[in-house]
Structure formats: structure tokens, C-alpha cells
């Protein structure tokens, strides 16, 4: 038994717990804070639960217009609202948005409440077996060319070359998830270059398990299409939150800091990244970062090679002058492109600009460092080491980095603090 409980109270969730375990030692519980997380994805049907509570308030929350939305989402699993008391009115009114049944929230009827959530259990399980086996429910779980049992899907996010990026539902995780799948059938010659990528891409992200290295749920293949299943952030990347304003000091450095620490963990697995930039950098509900898409991640323990030597790959505003004229690379390149975003995030524009990507290019190789506003210039210093045009000049590794972005936050915050 899995259960979603929407609450920002620890201590009633702890109160539930304790009921529903006194019955069901296994059930899984997890809890939802909508203080902290925000509104459920617009997708998102719950359909991994057995049901759902809902509480009818939380700190700036109306646990009655997340039921109005909920409700009237179709095949949403059955929700139990907790009500503030056993008031007709309101039992009637939420009924009527759609809740399976109606709880009173401040003394909890224990028998009441097993029967309840064992009736939406049931109510639940027949409600998704009729689903798999309808017309509608095979439908969903057909990304392009791929039926992939377990996963409902939501929407297509991206088209890319080699493969389409959908939202789906994991129904085992209980969550939304980014589901990649290749766009062409695997060839009946054997295993293709796509398919390799595939793998490659699993088996680089698989081996390091980091808060800001973005989660990878699954590998797969079906009707000859692979895919990949990994975490959704429904926030977005770091250049939606780019654009939404300018960031200050303190935040911008928060940011890079974090982006260090993700780079230190995929070089200390051996892998360097090679596509840095704002739009593979992932923001989660808490606010925190996570690195993505490892399509061009080249790991020193594995024989694949994705681009042919000295071919330039990757992002021009982004890449480290070495990268972008096709010599060899190592860990330092990826802290040249983790200094454009750094100049990026303090300044709202990148270090260097031109009509073409070669003119760009030889920019990151010839062109001075550009010079930060007058507020930000005492961030100079470590601008200039990580946009160094000879690697040698650059921190000496990530883990170097993440120390002098700390100590550059530390002083942010003092300069925020005393003005």
C-alpha cells in the first residue's frame, strides 16, 4: 500500500502514520508539503497511490482549492480530505469537488479512517486495471513508437536528432519523470550508435549518485526502442530562472557553488561533461540544482567515444578554448564553461557575443576576459582564473573551485549583511 499525504505539519503526519501502520506495518507513506514543494505538477494523477489525504489548510495554503483542482482532474486517485470539523456544509462541498470521502482533522476516528482507505484502495485497483486494458490506457502508454508498460504519458517536452524527451508518470515511483526514447527502431543488424549513446549515458550517470547530479530511474528497451527514464524538474532550468530577473551576488555565487560540487563529483568518477551550460541545469521544488544530460559526457572508463577526435561538440558561448578548436580536454574545461555561466548569472549576459559560432570561438581564445560591473568587481579575481584561456591558469580542479565560491559567498553575504 502506498499512500500521499498533502500536509505541512510534521506532527500529524507522524499522527497518521502511527493509525495507518497500526494496520498496515508496510504502508508507504509519503508526504507532500505544499508550503515547501508547491502546487502537484498539472499531470500528475496520483496514479502510483492507493489515495491520497489532503489536509484542508497549511501556512498560505487552501487545501479547498487543491481538492477543486485535484477533483476535477480525471482518473485522479481517490482523495481523502481532512476537514477542520463534521460540518454538513463543507462535507458536501468538498463531495462535490470531488473527494472520495470526508475525515475530520482534528480527532482522528481510527476505525473510520482504516475503512475509508481501505474502500479507496479498492475503489483504486479496479479503477487501474480497467485503465491498462482500455483503449485510452494502452494509448497512454505509447511514446512514438514505444509501448512502455508502467508509464502514462503526459505530453511530449522536446524532439531532439536521436531521440523525443515526454513527461510521464511512473507509476512504481509515484511521480512524474522525463522518459527519453530513441526515435528510430534498433537496427536488425545489431546494436546501433544510438542505442550506444543510450547506454553510455546510463552507465555514466548511474555511477554517480550526487544531490546535484540529476537521478536516472530506469533503462529499457521495447519494440526495439530504447529509453531512459529520469527525474522531472517541474521548475525548469537555470536560464528559465535567469530570465525571470537579475540575480544578486550572493544567489549567483550559491548557484556556481553548487554546480561546482556537482562537476567535482562526475570528475572524481572520471567524467568530464563537455556541455555545461544554464539549460542542462536543473532547479528542484527545494530551490537546489541538479546537472543534466550527459549525451556528450565523455567517461575515461568506457570505450565508446560519441564525437570523432578533433571535432568540435558542444555549446560555442560555452565552450573552453581548447574545446572549441577540437584539442584535448580534461576536467579544466569544464570549469571554463562553468565561468561563462558564473559571468552569466552576475551579469544577465554572456562573456562574449558575435554573429556566428566561429567569430564566438575565437573570441574564447584571443578576446580578453570581460570586465564585471563595479558591484560585482571584487568577484573579478575568481572570474579570471575560471576563464583562463590556458588550462594551466584555471583552479586545478573542481573541488579547488567550489572552495573559492564559498569563500566568495561567505564575503557576498558579509557585503548583503553590512549594506
Same mark, same amino acid.
Given at each position: 500500500? +502506498?499512500?500521499?499525504?498533502?500536509?505541512?505539519?510534521?506532527?500529524?503526519?507522524?499522527?497518521? +502514520?502511527?493509525?495507518?501502520?497500526?494496520? %498496515?506495518?508496510?504502508?508507504?507513506?509519503?508526504?507532500?508539503?505544499?508550503?515547501?514543494?508547491?502546487?502537484?505538477? #498539472?499531470?500528475?494523477?496520483?496514479?502510483?497511490?492507493? *489515495?491520497?489525504?489532503?489536509?484542508?489548510?497549511?501556512?498560505?495554503?487552501?487545501?479547498?482549492?487543491?481538492?477543486?483542482?485535484?477533483?476535477?482532474?480525471?482518473?485522479?486517485?481517490?482523495?481523502?480530505?481532512?476537514?477542520?470539523?463534521?460540518?454538513?456544509?463543507?462535507?458536501?462541498?468538498?463531495?462535490? $469537488?470531488?473527494?472520495?470521502?470526508?475525515?475530520?482533522?482534528?480527532?482522528?476516528?481510527?476505525? +473510520?479512517?482504516?475503512?475509508?482507505?481501505?474502500?479507496?484502495?479498492?475503489?483504486?485497483?479496479? &479503477?487501474?486495471?480497467? %485503465?491498462?486494458?482500455?483503449?485510452?490506457?494502452?494509448? &497512454?502508454?505509447?511514446?512514438?513508437?514505444?509501448?512502455?508498460?508502467?508509464?502514462?504519458?503526459?505530453?511530449?517536452?522536446?524532439?531532439?536528432?536521436?531521440?523525443?524527451?515526454?513527461? /510521464?508518470?511512473?507509476?512504481?515511483?509515484? =511521480?512524474?519523470? *522525463?522518459?527519453?526514447?530513441?526515435?528510430? /527502431?534498433?537496427?536488425?543488424?545489431?546494436?546501433?550508435?544510438?542505442?550506444?549513446?543510450?547506454?553510455?549515458?546510463?552507465?555514466?550517470?548511474?555511477?554517480?549518485?550526487?544531490?546535484?547530479?540529476?537521478?536516472?530511474?530506469?533503462?529499457?528497451?521495447?519494440?526495439?526502442?530504447?529509453?531512459?527514464?529520469?527525474?522531472?524538474?517541474?521548475?525548469?532550468?537555470?536560464?528559465?530562472?535567469?530570465?525571470?530577473?537579475?540575480?544578486?551576488?550572493?544567489?549567483?555565487?550559491?548557484?556556481? @557553488?553548487?554546480?561546482? =560540487?556537482?562537476?567535482?563529483?562526475?570528475?572524481?568518477?572520471?567524467? !568530464?561533461?563537455?556541455?555545461?551550460?544554464?539549460?542542462?541545469?536543473?532547479?528542484?521544488?527545494?530551490?537546489?540544482?541538479?546537472?543534466?544530460?550527459?549525451?556528450?559526457?565523455?567517461?575515461?572508463? !568506457?570505450?565508446?567515444?560519441?564525437?570523432?577526435?578533433?571535432?568540435?561538440?558542444?555549446?560555442?558561448?560555452?565552450?573552453?578554448?581548447?574545446?572549441?578548436?577540437?584539442?584535448?580536454?580534461?576536467?579544466?574545461?569544464?570549469?571554463?564553461?562553468?565561468?561563462?555561466?558564473?559571468?552569466?548569472?552576475?551579469?544577465?549576459?554572456?562573456?562574449?557575443?558575435?554573429?556566428?559560432?566561429?567569430?564566438?570561438?575565437?573570441?574564447? #581564445?584571443?578576446?580578453?576576459?570581460?570586465?564585471?560591473?563595479? $558591484?560585482?568587481? %571584487?568577484?573579478?579575481?575568481?572570474?579570471? +582564473?575560471?576563464?583562463?584561456?590556458?588550462?594551466?591558469? @584555471?583552479?586545478?580542479?573542481?573541488?579547488?573551485?567550489? @572552495?573559492?565560491?564559498?569563500?566568495?559567498?561567505?564575503?557576498?553575504? @558579509?557585503?548583503?549583511? &553590512?549594506?
Amino acid at each position: 500500500m +502506498r499512500l500521499m499525504l498533502i500536509d505541512d505539519d510534521p506532527r500529524y503526519r507522524a499522527l497518521l +502514520r502511527h493509525h495507518i501502520t497500526c494496520t %498496515w506495518p508496510e504502508a508507504r507513506i509519503v508526504p507532500y508539503n505544499p508550503a515547501v514543494r508547491g502546487p502537484l505538477v #498539472a499531470d500528475f494523477l496520483a496514479q502510483g497511490f492507493d *489515495a491520497v489525504l489532503l489536509d484542508h489548510s497549511w501556512e498560505g495554503g487552501d487545501g479547498c482549492r487543491w481538492l477543486a483542482d485535484l477533483g476535477a482532474r480525471p482518473g485522479f486517485a481517490p482523495i481523502l480530505f481532512l476537514s477542520p470539523g463534521d460540518d454538513p456544509a463543507l462535507t458536501a462541498a468538498a463531495r462535490d $469537488a470531488g473527494a472520495f470521502a470526508v475525515l475530520p482533522v482534528r480527532k482522528i476516528d481510527h476505525e +473510520r479512517l482504516i475503512a475509508l482507505i481501505k474502500d479507496a484502495t479498492l475503489l483504486q485497483a479496479e &479503477a487501474q486495471a480497467n %485503465w491498462r486494458e482500455s483503449a485510452a490506457g494502452r494509448e &497512454a502508454q505509447r511514446f512514438g513508437g514505444a509501448h512502455i508498460p508502467g508509464y502514462r504519458r503526459a505530453r511530449k517536452l522536446a524532439s531532439g536528432s536521436v531521440s523525443d524527451l515526454y513527461l /510521464a508518470e511512473s507509476i512504481e515511483a509515484g =511521480e512524474m519523470v *522525463a522518459l527519453k526514447v530513441t526515435r528510430d /527502431a534498433r537496427r536488425a543488424d545489431g546494436v546501433d550508435q544510438t542505442f550506444e549513446r543510450f547506454l553510455q549515458e546510463y552507465e555514466i550517470v548511474r555511477s554517480v549518485r550526487h544531490p546535484h547530479v540529476v537521478h536516472i530511474h530506469d533503462l529499457g528497451v521495447t519494440d526495439d526502442y530504447a529509453y531512459l527514464v529520469m527525474e522531472y524538474f517541474a521548475r525548469g532550468d537555470l536560464r528559465a530562472q535567469m530570465r525571470r530577473g537579475a540575480l544578486n551576488a550572493a544567489r549567483a555565487l550559491r548557484y556556481a @557553488r553548487e554546480i561546482a =560540487e556537482a562537476l567535482d563529483a562526475i570528475h572524481q568518477a572520471g567524467i !568530464l561533461h563537455r556541455d555545461l551550460k544554464p539549460g542542462n541545469v536543473m532547479i528542484r521544488d527545494d530551490g537546489s540544482l541538479a546537472l543534466i544530460d550527459f549525451g556528450l559526457a565523455k567517461h575515461q572508463a !568506457l570505450k565508446m567515444e560519441i564525437t570523432d577526435k578533433g571535432l568540435i561538440f558542444g555549446t560555442p558561448h560555452y565552450m573552453s578554448p581548447e574545446q572549441g578548436h577540437g584539442q584535448p580536454t580534461d576536467a579544466r574545461s569544464d570549469l571554463y564553461a562553468l565561468g561563462v555561466v558564473l559571468h552569466e548569472l552576475l551579469t544577465g549576459a554572456k562573456p562574449f557575443e558575435a554573429d556566428n559560432p566561429m567569430a564566438i570561438i575565437y573570441q574564447h #581564445a584571443k578576446a580578453p576576459v570581460p570586465r564585471l560591473p563595479a $558591484a560585482s568587481s %571584487w568577484l573579478q579575481p575568481c572570474l579570471d +582564473r575560471l576563464l583562463a584561456k590556458v588550462p594551466a591558469d @584555471r583552479y586545478g580542479s573542481a573541488a579547488e573551485a567550489e @572552495r573559492a565560491l564559498d569563500a566568495a559567498l561567505e564575503e557576498a553575504i @558579509r557585503l548583503e549583511c &553590512a549594506a
